[in-house]
């Protein structure tokens, strides 16, 4: 019996490198070549690179504070999908959005960012909130400064089983995430509401959300985001994006648009999310516009040269347009409580 034993152990010891060597190497930045494509409904596709798998497992590392669970690497993976192809975020790298969108990975919310440094300035002695309190500032700079094979070994093989295209989408619909706290709180302030945000799923601990309006995604299934493998394409059997008749020619003018949402990076923008102005509205894929000053006004924003603000329409939905601005140099500043647009429409 001993011998037989001690015979099973050396074969099973044998076998151990065979296997090893069949299994990824989980401490090496993935190539681009072992990253597949995240495929949208309209039509449109994003290759996923290395520096998209790793901003994504630092976030997965980051939400969870280092102990992420299958569910919630899967459930945030897919959000942040479903996310990338809404507003403005097509133009992005889902690096960039993932550090937008992530609070403990987010440069913002360090010591140095802008939403927290007012709390570490030389000579402060107020009280810190505790978005940024020094084990929350403390936690984000690691979770910035770590590298890939630093991050939970549960966040880079689910990124790299998602970036292959072998999980199921547990989030349809879903574009984004609260813990229970924060999402009661802003049921209780309106800022669900105002936002269009609607509850969908409770996974992990964490409110996941979706939108009822700009765009509507409470019907998305989950063949509106998908992902493919390394080496395929995205069906070719899905809906073109809208385009509408052309504005060119015999148009007149739609002035009840409203700037929906801002990229939050720098202090140029541009591009927009314009809120009730859509196909809806017979507004057309080629529209322009530009931005009403205040509430009332028919004036119109102006750049520091002098130079109306214009803007065309690059992305048409049911009851939102994203723009690009075309004219002018549009910072944040220009826009603080001048959120009304005008645009052409069909007649």
């Known amino acids: 019996m001993k011998l037989r034993v001690f015979s099973l152990v050396i074969l099973a010891s044998q076998a151990l490198p065979a296997l090893a060597s069949a299994a990824p190497d989980l401490d090496?930045?993935?190539?681009?070549?072992?990253?597949?494509?995240?495929?949208?409904?309209?039509?449109?596709?994003?290759?996923?690179?290395?520096?998209?798998?790793?901003?994504l497992a630092k976030m997965i590392?980051?939400?969870?504070?280092?102990?992420?669970?299958?569910?919630?690497?899967?459930?945030?993976?897919?959000a942040i999908a479903a996310r990338s192809g809404i507003w403005g975020f097509p133009?992005?790298?889902?690096?960039?959005?993932?550090?937008?969108?992530s609070q403990p990975i987010n440069p913002k919310w360090t010591r140095t960012g802008s939403?927290?440094?007012?709390?570490?300035?030389a000579g402060y002695t107020?009280?810190?909130?505790?978005s940024c309190s020094v084990k929350r500032v403390d936690r984000r700079e690691r979770n910035i400064a770590m590298s890939w094979a630093d991050t939970a070994l549960i966040a880079r093989r689910e990124v790299l089983a998602f970036a292959a295209g072998t999980t199921v989408n547990p989030v349809p619909g879903m574009v984004g995430w609260f813990a229970p706290g924060m999402w009661r709180k802003r049921e209780g302030n309106g800022a669900n509401l105002r936002d269009h945000m609607i509850e969908g799923a409770t996974i992990a601990d964490n409110v996941y959300v979706k939108l009822s309006n700009n765009?509507?995604?409470?019907?998305?299934?989950?063949?509106h985001v998908r992902v493919v493998g390394p080496g395929q394409s995205c069906a070719t059997t899905t809906k073109p994006a809208p385009a509408g008749p052309s504005c060119a020619t015999d148009y007149t003018y739609h002035r009840d648009g409203e700037i929906f949402f801002v990229p939050p990076f720098g202090t140029t923008v541009t591009t927009l999310v314009i809120a009730n102005a859509g196909t809806k509205h017979k507004v057309c894929g080629d529209s322009t516009g530009m931005i009403y000053v205040g509430a009332s006004s028919d004036a119109f924003v102006?750049?520091?040269?002098?130079?109306?603000?214009?803007f065309k329409v690059t992305k048409l939905e049911e009851n939102a347009v994203t723009v690009e601005i075309t004219q002018?140099?549009?910072?944040?500043a220009l826009l603080d409580g001048n959120k009304r647009v005008v645009l052409r429409r069909r007649k």
């Open 126 to 130: 107020g009280d810190i909130p505790d």
């Open 302 to 310: 102006t750049d520091a040269d002098g130079q109306q603000i214009r």
């Open 115 to 121: 939403a927290c440094k007012q709390y570490y300035a």
């Open 328 to 332: 002018g140099k549009l910072t944040r």
């Open 28 to 55: 090496q930045v993935p190539a681009a070549a072992e990253l597949g494509t995240v495929c949208y409904d309209d039509g449109t596709s994003r290759r996923l690179l290395p520096e998209d798998a790793v901003q």
């Open 215 to 223: 765009p509507d995604t409470t019907a998305w299934t989950d063949s």
């Open 61 to 78: 590392d980051g939400e969870t504070w280092g102990s992420p669970s299958v569910a919630d690497a899967h459930a945030m993976s897919w």
């Open 91 to 101: 133009k992005w790298t889902l690096a960039d959005l993932i550090r937008a969108y």
